[in-house]
């Protein structure tokens, strides 16, 4: 068999066994457009909204007005850069096994996977940049914060003071060292796992970025926060993954046309996450249409006018270029050029933006009540029954996750069924009201009060853990998953790179997957994990911080669901003990719901005193009294769900008890059953030997 060779812009052929295809771009390092179209709009947006001009006390000098939105524009491209270098590793650059391309069985350009390696090299040298501008960026903080000139005679000595006992100086410092692990990290890994667990610790990083500027002294905190990390994230990723496509580009070869499908799907997602929480945070910050003609009005007009400018070259990328890029790659430089200087250039505005102050006052109320001081926000009204469902706390990320949870699920059922397969209506039902449940958990009446009230707090816990577990497992998201994704060496041969299915695979194969989705463990872990979070400083940290708070709502989702797909599940996970063993690991679960809500409501020991002992409420129940309503709320809530399972595991087993009769009398039509006529030739047997021998 052969293969039409595929030239190149530069007119070299590639075969499919031959060596890998370069573009014949321009040099990739073009990509500092990106740099100094964000630097040069930085500067213009810092001189238009004066927040360069000298100031009347304490000036700390120009280089440090000027410098310090350079540094943070710097810095912010850097580590954007060095995350989507790895999102590229993790799941967009074609891999091959070896270094010489694989043919898979059937016609195709095998993978090539030169690139690969080099996306890890310029994830370490992006995130070194990264460390360095932070640093700058720490540097030049303190000196404006401070007033002081940089080189004043107890500079050093104030900064560290800053960066070890002042919470601003400390999430800069955060922010550095963990720009300096993905460095190092990013020279020494090799595999998806690895780029995966590195691009984590860089998400980290941006959620303490997140914490900063605006949102951490916004009326609505919450909100700003949790919009301001879905902001942050999805740029990154969006500019970071095509500023690294870009620069490797000429190392891409035959993979470029795989690897740009690929990045256009994330892309996608992260224009939809960028726009929605760019809206949310533009809202927050505004009280009327009036505000759009202030400085920062107009700042945001500017930066949503290159959005929409952006989001249209991405469309125009996805429809005109990537069905074109194997006869022409050419178009793929030529395009990335222009969409990196208006991402640079918004950039650069966002961070402009950041440095103006908003129309509204971002200041405390004068007098703040002991819940403000607390929690960082009014004290809701009193509880009631129907306030359970109309007021709300909006958390974004949540929120987000649980919209795109639904979307996609529908999104694979109809992919199933344009191919005619069918899917259980039952199923995406269940999902979808489970998806429901976690939204009004998480942003509605139960994270509202349950920040300032106990009970609530448990109302929200234990739908997590113990309701909202049964729709998610009964919905087999894992099983329609696997059935919907495409097989990635399908589409390229030889690939060993890992898309969504071969991700999924991963974590349900893995050790640790096989270890935690065990039956006994997943029941001691529902178990243990409850006691461990209340009686320790976990519990404090969910309610003090966002991150704890994201950690709460994961871990007892998660492992709730894996909990209930032991016992009644039909996603894949290890060998499921038999029926009666389920019983009791489920009466064993009741038994400790039973016997932590005694203990919560015989109690007399506040948890987190310094949290609900001094909220303050001048409605409801005392703080001790609303502990032990909890106490009583999770012996009941807990109770009726395990109920419900047990009543499904004693359904499931005399159904499976009825599928083993059927099809034993379908053998036994078809075979005849050798047991039962081997017992009556026995018992003819023993009845000629007892009958006495004729006279």
Known sequence: MTTTPVRSAGGAPSGAAGPAVRTGAPSPWRVLLLVAAAVVAVLVGVAFSGAALPVLLRDPGAVVRWG????????????SVALGALVLAVCVLPRTGSATPRRARGAGVPADGSAYPRSLLVAAWAAGLWTVAGVVHLVLTYASVAGR?????SFGQELGLFVTQ???????????????????????????????WTGALTLAALWEQAQLGHAAGAASHDLATSSMTLHLVGAAVWIGALAALAVIARRVGTDLTASVQRYSVIAGWCFAAVAVSGL???????????DLGTRYGVLLLAKVALFGVLGLLGLAHRRAVIPRLAAGPRLFWRLVAVELVVMGAVSGVAVALGATAPPVAETPPADPTPAYRITGHPLPPELTLARWFTEWRWDLVLAAAAVSAVVVYWRWVLRLRRRGDSWPWVRTASWTL???????????????YGHVMFSAHMVQHMVLAAVVPIFLALSAPVTLALRALPVRSTRLPGDESRGPREWI???????????????????????????????????????????GHLFMVVHFTLVGYLFVNALVGIDPGPKRPPYPQRLLLLFATMAFHAFFGV???????????SWFGLMGRPWGPSAIADQQAGGAITWGVGEIPTLVLAIGVAFAWARDDERAARRRDRRVDREGDAELD??????????????????
């Open 434 to 448: 489970g998806m429901v449940l976690f939204f009004w958990c998480t942003n509605g009446g139960p994270a509202l």
């Open 280 to 290: 949310v945070n533009g809202i927050i910050r505004m009280d009327s249409w009036s």
């Open 505 to 547: 695979l991963t974590l349900v194969h893995s050790r640790v997957g096989h270890f935690f989705a065990n039956p006994l463990v997943a029941a001691v872990n529902f178990i243990a994990s409850m006691l461990v979070f209340y009686y320790s400083g976990l519990f404090e940290w969910s309610l003090r911080s966002s991150v």
């Open 599 to 609: 203990t919560l409501v015989g109690g007399d020991s506040l948890l987190v005193a």
């Open 678 to 695: 081997a017992y009556n030739e026995m018992l003819a047997g023993l009845a000629t030997h007892d009958d006495p021998p004729p006279r």
């Open 68 to 79: 310090l939105p350079v540094s943070s524009t710097v810095a912010e491209l850097a580590g």
């Open 149 to 153: 000139p940089v080189d004043s005679s």
């Open 166 to 196: 002042i919470e601003l100086g400390r999430t800069l410092l955060v922010i550095c060292t963990i720009a300096a692990v993905v460095t190092a990290l990013s020279l020494v890994v090799a595999t998806p796992t690895g780029a995966a």
